[in-house]
């Protein structure tokens, strides 16, 4: 019996596929219309969602990030007139329901004892640096990020030159759709704006087979409870 995960502010669906690989069968929900989400989706208001949160093994948030990314950083604190802090209402709410959970957000989000998650950890040609808090001690990746090896490989994949980065810019026009997917490690359909909002599975994926530990089998919920 596989247990079940929620996955709110869900987007298209990069965190959903790597629980979905750890074991985890998902819902997500999200205000918008999400025709990719790879999974059973519900549109709705992630902090006010339809469902009973206890008839859940775990809970994963994305909460917008806009109060803490680095693009607010660069355009001042008018950005933040325009985007509501979400990230405290989420976590009263998850605290609540009394779920194992996971936030993702951004370097720079209020998060409580995170953990940060690197591309250059799971061999990835994406850096991609995410921050998840836990209330069940999830531990830090054995691997510290890497990011030197990306000169090599980089050229090698795309064969062309890397930029200084030697990473793709997720979401950027000027990239093919597919190389963005494959550095990213998304294999199901996506659009760019979707991408862009995404974190790759392999970050969830690896903080599911965590989670599994914490959800024993005799007391996972199951979908006629």
Known sequence: MRPRLLDLFCCEGGAAAGYHRAGF????????????????????????????????????ASPPCQHFTAYRRNVGESITDRYDDLLEPTRAMLETAGRPYVIEN????????????CGSMFDLDVRRHRLFE???GLQDHPWPCRHK?????????????????????VGAWNEK??????????????TL????QAIPPAYTEHIG????????ATSRVTACD
Not at 32 to 60: E, G, S
């Open 193 to 196: 704006r979707g991408l862009s």
């Open 177 to 190: 759709l597919e190389l963005q997917k494959r550095c990213m490690g998304v294999d199901h359909k996506i």
């Open 134 to 136: 836990t209330n069940w």
């Open 209 to 216: 087979t965590q989670l599994l530990a914490h959800i024993p």
């Open 25 to 60: 069968d998902i819902t997500g929900i999200d205000r918008d219309p999400q025709p990719n989400y790879p999974f059973p989706f519900i549109q709705a208001d992630a902090l006010h969602p339809p469902v009973d949160l206890t008839m859940f093994d775990a809970i994963h």
């Open 106 to 117: 951004v370097e720079g989000a209020p998060l409580v004892d995170p953990v940060t998650l």
């Open 149 to 169: 090896i990306w000169g090599r490989r980089f050229k090698a994949s795309t064969n062309r030159k890397p930029d200084s980065r030697y990473t793709i810019e």
